[in-house]
């Protein structure tokens, strides 16, 4: 009775305060990694979180491995969730998770467009013994000067409570040939009573916090809090239409009463054989793995070898992290180790401190706070390299600021405000990026204006407008632009709307005007179609300066039967 009356006042509540937002999807993903730009994200990132968002996480019918592996939670967390369900059985509402331990008002927002909390059995997908997936695009791009270019993907994934396929290719505008310049490809066998499974073709392998062992892009930015700790997945699938950064051999992972037991045999086409193993710890409070990895060049000889530990927990609230890494052959060691805590009422404080032996070290703070109308985050980041990036330095040093602050204008505009300072002993000393950006929601419909003024060798200057409409079936952006940037080193990153699965954030430089428009057609929740166009010039260049202009067309169609 009492789980019942929780479950119903609370549904209520959190029905009200965290799912009363229509988030878009990149916004649902910037959030959730905690950065306020798509450039400072890993684009592989947000292509997983992507997928996630079109087939959210099912939290009380996933496996420990599946909860571990997707990359949404700690593996504090994840230790928490699988605790709790076996002592209380499901989690009926978002207001209940967010009392677990490790978690909070704030998180438990962030992470709502990823998650379900279906029991077991009340979902139809319960019952269908596999689930396919395809996704299809294909894309067309023009250039004065270069003429016309395509490119094409296609990937496809099979899922059941057993096993699940997984295979993509592609063609990326420029190839030479018209075949595939990427083909990629995994099964996974799921071991029900080890918790675990076992992997063949690509996949990813991801622990600790990226010291001794993380594929594919390490997102180094640190421009808000939330980026000071990293998730490691383990060993996972990779979903995307490249599959470019993934190891590719075999691995497996298996539990053993607290312990979760990894290993792999990976091979490049560079000659190289990676086997490695970690072994983890669960408890209550953390969580503790230990690493080695050996990089053998089977053609030349020789290799490295690296270990590495690495360890999290949450003492009363106060999350602590860290990561020491020795290579054995270049006799280096790397060691990360942060904390993020509460101070005060409506602050979130986060410290990281790493160093690199023969390389650098560093120090980061940052702060994320939320009272009323107002709320964003600051973070401040100096690094010393022991190796000077100037011959006529004897050191160099680079520190970083980066403020974002929202503001509830109204209840349905937001003004925010963003803006960011490097200083630094070598190469252009300054750079200052300052950005405005206007919302005004009236759903379905919505506007979007945009100010971006960065200096760093000269000034350079962008601006646009974006009006668009959601609804249930459909949903459609439409985006004007202007940039005046002169000089390279001024260039402004802007993320461009586009299919799930691509992720398009060009740097703009010249004196142009650019056309964005994208739409969203549902058929139903099996069939989805998406549209771009879009087109650049450069109508006020010099005429010994002026740029060709470029226009893209992309089509992609997405089924789930």
Not at 130 to 158: C, I, M, N, P
Not at 407 to 424: A, D, F, P, T, Y
Not at 473 to 480: D, I, M, N
């Amino acid at each position: 009775m009492r789980r019942l009356l929780s479950f119903v006042i609370s549904t209520i509540l959190a029905t009200q305060s965290l799912m009363s937002q229509d988030i878009p999807d990149i916004d649902a993903v910037m959030l959730f990694l905690g950065v306020d730009d798509p450039g400072d994200a890993d684009e592989e990132e947000v292509e997983r979180l992507m997928a996630i968002l079109e087939a959210p996480m099912a939290l009380n019918r996933a496996s420990a491995a599946e909860l571990r592996s997707c990359g949404l939670f700690t593996p504090y967390q994840t230790a928490v969730i699988e605790d709790y369900r076996s002592r209380h059985g499901d989690i009926l509402s978002l207001y209940e998770l967010s009392l677990l331990d490790g978690f909070n008002d704030a998180y438990v927002r962030k992470l709502t467009p990823f998650i379900s909390l279906q029991s077991k059995g009340t979902s139809e997908q319960d019952n269908l013994p596999t689930r396919h997936e395809v996704a299809v695009r294909s894309g067309y791009r023009w250039k004065k000067t270069d003429g016309s270019d395509g490119s094409y993907g296609l990937k496809y994934r099979l899922s059941s409570t057993r096993y699940s396929l997984v295979a993509a290719l592609s063609r990326s505008a420029g190839t030479q040939s018209w075949y595939p310049s990427d083909i990629s490809g995994s099964f996974a066998w799921k071991l029900r009573k080890r918790e675990g499974q076992l992997l063949a073709g690509d996949f990813n392998a991801r622990f600790g916090q990226g010291l001794t062992l993380w594929n594919g892009l390490f997102m180094t930015s640190l421009t808000t809090p939330d980026t000071f700790m990293k998730r490691p997945t383990g060993l996972s699938q990779p979903w995307s239409f490249t599959g470019s950064t993934a190891l590719t051999g075999l691995a497996g992972d298996f539990r053993v009463g607290p312990f979760v037991i990894s290993g792999m045999m990976a091979v490049s086409e560079k000659t190289l054989l990676t086997p490695a193993m970690n072994v983890a710890w669960y408890g209550r409070f953390g969580q503790v793995s230990l690493t080695n990895v050996v990089q053998c060049d089977i053609k030349r000889g020789g290799g490295e070898v690296k270990t590495g530990l690495d360890a999290a927990f949450c003492v009363r609230g106060i999350n602590l992290f860290g990561e020491v890494s020795f290579d054995w052959t270049a006799k280096r060691i790397k060691a990360l180790a942060g904390t993020r805590f509460r101070t005060g009422e409506y602050m979130d404080m986060s410290l990281q401190l790493r160093g690199f032996q023969a390389d650098q070290y560093g120090l980061a703070a940052g702060g994320e706070f939320s009272r009323g109308r107002h709320k964003g985050s600051w973070t401040m980041d100096a690094t010393y390299h022991l190796m000077s990036k100037d011959p006529s330095d004897p050191y160099s040093l680079q520190l970083k600021s980066h403020l974002l602050w929202e503001i509830l204008l109204m209840k349905n505009m937001q003004l925010k405000i963003r803006v960011s300072e490097r200083i630094r002993t070598w190469g252009l000393p300054y750079r200052t990026d300052v950005r405005a950006d206007l919302k005004y929601d009236f759903s379905p419909f919505g506007v979007l204006l945009r100010l971006n003024v960065l200096k760093c060798d000269a000034v350079g200057f962008l601006t646009y407008a974006e009006g668009s409409y959601s609804s249930v079936g459909l949903s459609f952006h439409l985006r004007q632009g202007l940039f005046i940037i002169d000089d390279w080193d001024d260039r402004i990153y802007v993320y461009e709307r586009d299919a799930p699965g691509s992720f398009n954030a060009p740097a703009m430089y010249g004196r142009g005007l650019w056309t964005s428009a994208v739409a969203g057609l549902k058929f139903s929740d099996r069939i989805r179609l998406y549209l771009r166009a879009a087109y650049t010039c450069y109508p006020f260049m010099d005429m010994e300066k002026k740029k060709p202009g470029k226009a893209e067309l992309k089509l992609q169609l997405q089924c789930r039967f």
